[in-house]
Every structure is written in C-alpha cells, then in structure tokens.
C-alpha cells in the first residue's frame, strides 16, 4: 500500500507542477505560489474531515507546523530560483536533495531496507537528476542568478522539501492529515505575508487557474504522500514521492511537444527498475 499511495503522490506532484509551471509564465511566481497553497489548502481540508483522527496530539500538530514554516520559505526559493536560473540546474538538485535528506535520517534512526529494496532506492534516486535534467538554449540575461547561487539556493530549498517529508513521516497514523493541513496553513500564511508585502497578491480576475487545478492536484498529491509517510518506511514512501518528473516529463511531452533526450530515456528505465525492485523487496 506504502508504494501504491507513494506512486500515486508523484503522479498528481508531477501533474501540479507542470500546471505551476505553465502558470509562472504569465502570472508571477509568488502569485503562482499563494493561490496554489490555498487552493490546496481548500482541497485538502474537507478531506480531511471526512477521513478524521481518532487521536490528533500537540506533538503531531505542532510537527505538522514546524515543516509548514520550512517548506513555504522552500517553495518562494525553489520558484524565485526556477525565474532566475535554468530548469535543469534547479529541479534536479532540490529534487536530489529532497529524495536524500529523509533517507538520511532514516539510516541514521537504524532503519533497515533488504537488499533488494536498498538498490531500488539507490536506483530511484540516481534516476532524478537524469529525468529531470535539461540544457538551456537561451542566452543569460543581466537579471540571472549565478550557477553558484542556483545551487546554493536549490540545495536549500531541497532541504526544506525533504523537512516535509521527515517530519510527516515522524507522525502518528491516528492524528490524519491534520498535520499536513497544518503544514499547509503555515506555508500559506508565510508565501502570503511575503506576496503582501510585495504587493503582489493577486486580484479575484487575475487569479492563476492553472495554479488553482495544480493546487487540487498537490492536495490529492498530500493525501496520499501523508498516509505514505504515516504507513510505511519513510525511505521508501520518500523516494517514490520524489519519482514525479516522470509525470512531468510525459505531460510536456504530450501537450508541449517536447522531446526525451537519451539521458532522460535511461532516468526513466532506471526509475521503473527502482519501482519494481522497492516493490518486490
């Protein structure tokens, strides 16, 4: 069930990505970002309810809080980096580092993986930066940041990724999503405060509706990412949820029309044998 829901997550991050992504070419990022968390926000909680939490502790809420703060930061960086850099640098070291952090922590807690599952985690991760990879084709203008800076800044926000997913996997099965809606009301509440202060908040007839839809999509994405997390071994349920440039990829491919480069084709097998081999261990 741990892959199933996992794999599930990265089909709808992947799909919320890429309608956040098409969005950001015409709307400001920052906007992009506070219509996505409310829309998932909207999404999320009604789920929720119905699904409840027999036991919702202090301990459970405050986690789910804690991670808020370091992903909303981690979503301005992450976005503020993709309007100033390239694709290809920012996605596959945040998505690199998000994958990493929790599989880090979960070896150091003592948590042990057979063999198999060990190299399929190995396998899915070397298999991002490949599928996500990209080389740039426009000329850098005055206003781009520097390589050093959009890794620096991807790492960071990489971190603030990967926070999510350790400190949601670090709760109790009975406390629900709740602790991702708290998640959700803090990353709100900061991409907010920063696009007011901005003046950047966006009005009822400018609202982002690729961003809305993308944002439905990171709720279902959420749902399943936190019942994941909260279920399975956190190496597992964490790799997996990072598997979502497959989803993107397709999607620019389908509707974009754009190609698979033969690094991108060999991230792909590798991920489908990480899959299966997490799956049969």
Known sequence: MTVLLALLASGFIGISDFFGGTASRTHSSLQVTVVLHVATLATLVPIAIVLGASDLT??????????????????????????????????PVSAAMTALLPTVVGIAEGNALPTLTAIGVL??????PLIAYEV???????????????????VLCGVGFGAFFVCIGHTSQDAGLWPTVGNLVVAATVTG???????????????????????????????????????????????????????????GVALLGERIRPWQGAGIALAISGVVMIAAG
């Not at 804690?66 to 993709?82: D, E, H, Q």
């Not at 850098?140 to 959009?150: E, G, K, N």
């Open 58 to 91: 202090l301990h459970d809420a405050a986690i789910g809080a804690a991670s808020g703060l370091a992903t909303g930061v981690a979503y301005v960086g992450f976005f503020a980096a993709i309007g100033h850099g390239r694709i290809g640098i920012v996605v």
């Open 193 to 251: 405060a920063i696009a007011i202060a901005r003046g950047v908040i966006p009005g009822s007839g400018s609202i982002p509706r690729l961003a809305v839809a993308g944002g439905v999509a990171l709720g279902i994405a959420d749902t399943c990412l936190t019942t994941a997390l909260q279920r399975g071994p956190l190496t597992v349920a964490s790799v997996l949820g990072n598997l979502y440039p497959l989803v993107t990829i397709a999607l």
């Open 136 to 154: 740039g084709h426009d000329e850098a203008s005055s206003d781009d940041w520097t390589v050093a800076r959009q890794i620096a800044v991807s």
């Open 123 to 128: 396998c899915a991760l070397m298999s991002i």
